[in-house]
């Protein structure tokens, strides 16, 4: 097993990376607790033993999921139930349970201990680290959250046995958006030591930047055009193949903007392809539409920004020009 300390000072804890991490839980749980209120969805099938008394809530599938309805029926049952301040949510399942328990964490009774055991391979090296829940509007995708860090993390690679593959595949969206924050080993080493390093570079970034002030935008790294491409396809795409795109997209446009040469564009698209994951535009996306959702981008708040690559490394560049940004877009149509 290996550990990943994810060091925020009184809210510091543990993420525990390896085959059966699930069964540690016991373990992780805040001293004290009497209750557990397990959150996961029906078709994950990955049973946890809290070891003190527990119930399980089962919500819906997909980012429908992920709303305050949920939200509402989660703490309506804890309440009914009689769950405490001093005891303890554990949301099993991908970026939707982790997002939403979570959330219903950080606001039920203004907070409750939460432990997330993350089953996709996305959750394992993204939404389940760093403390960000929240829940989407039908006006847009994580519009209501809060920052609420876990009690522990448990990223058990024996369930991502059972994942299906394209949800495996999406994950290695993430893994290759790692490649570039400083992975660039990632690819030699086997799964469990490839989830813990990406946990540590995410630690190591959130560690410094909880709250997203500076660094934390780093980890958007090609995903301005990934989410637009979410939202354009009303998630037809899933996050790690949109991503994988918005890989490809930063670099070219980094390239277009003459702030990286040819050869680091082609390792852009070496990584993501390695990954078996698409490194083109797919057909039937409006190309005015998709510019007009990146410009109202959280971070757009002068002008088209993007995180992209340059002399300096990885950094957010604001105010670029949207010819250029329609012309890439372009360029990436596969013929
Ligand atoms: N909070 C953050 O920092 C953060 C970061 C990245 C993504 N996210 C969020 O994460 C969500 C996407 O998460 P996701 O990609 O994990 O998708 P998901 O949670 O929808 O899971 C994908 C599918 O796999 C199923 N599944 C999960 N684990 C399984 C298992 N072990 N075996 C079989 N099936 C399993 C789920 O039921 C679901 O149908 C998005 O809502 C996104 O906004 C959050």
Redesign the pocket.
Same mark, same amino acid.
């Given at each position: 097993m290996i550990t990943v300390p994810v060091g925020l000072g009184d809210r510091s804890y543990d993420v525990l990376v390896g085959w059966g991490a699930r069964h540690r839980l016991t373990e992780v749980l805040p001293v004290g607790v009497r209750r557990a209120a397990v959150v996961t969805?029906?078709?994950?099938?990955?049973e946890v033993d809290p070891g003190v008394e527990h119930r399980i809530w089962t919500i819906a599938?997909?980012?429908v999921?992920?709303s305050l309805a949920t939200v509402e029926e989660l703490c309506r049952g804890w309440a009914a139930w009689g769950l405490t301040r001093g005891d303890v949510v554990v949301a099993v399942?991908?970026?939707?349970?982790?997002?939403t328990a &979570?959330f219903a964490a950080a606001v039920y009774h203004r907070g409750v201990a939460v432990v997330h055991v993350?089953?996709?391979?996305? &959750?394992q090296v993204? #939404?389940?680290?760093?403390?960000? #829940?929240?829940v989407?509007l039908p006006e847009g995708?994580?519009l209501v959250?809060a920052f609420w860090q876990p009690s522990a993390v448990l990223c058990d690679t024996e369930?991502?046995?059972?994942?299906?593959p394209r949800?495996y595949l999406?994950?290695c969206g993430?893994v290759a958006k790692y490649h570039f924050l400083g992975g660039t080993d990632l690819v030699d080493l086997p799964l469990d030591e490839r989830v813990a390093r990406c946990v540590a570079i995410k630690a190591e970034i959130v560690g410094a930047d909880e709250r997203e002030g500076g660094r934390r935008a780093l980890?958007n790294y090609g995903h301005t055009l990934a989410h637009a491409l979410e939202t354009a396809g009303h998630y037809d795409l899933?996050? &790690?193949e949109a991503l994988a795109i918005g890989l490809v997209y930063a670099a070219r446009l980094a390239r277009r903007l003459g702030r990286i040469d040819d050869a680091r564009v082609t390792e852009h698209q070496r990584v993501v392809a390695g990954y078996d994951l698409p490194t083109t535009m797919p057909p039937g996306f409006d190309h005015a539409e998709l510019v007009a959702l990146m410009a109202r981008d959280k971070k757009a708040t002068a002008g088209l920004t993007f995180v992209l690559d340059g002399p300096a490394g990885i950094e957010v560049v604001a105010g670029v020009d949207p010819h250029h940004v329609r012309d890439v877009l372009e360029e990436m149509v596969a013929p």
């Open positions: 969805q029906a078709t994950i099938g990955v599938d997909g980012e999921a992920k399942g991908g970026g939707v349970v982790t997002d &979570g993350p089953t996709t391979l996305l &959750g993204d #939404a389940a680290i760093g403390g960000k #829940a929240g989407n995708k994580n959250g369930v991502l046995e059972h994942l299906p949800e999406s994950g993430e980890l899933r996050h &790690g």
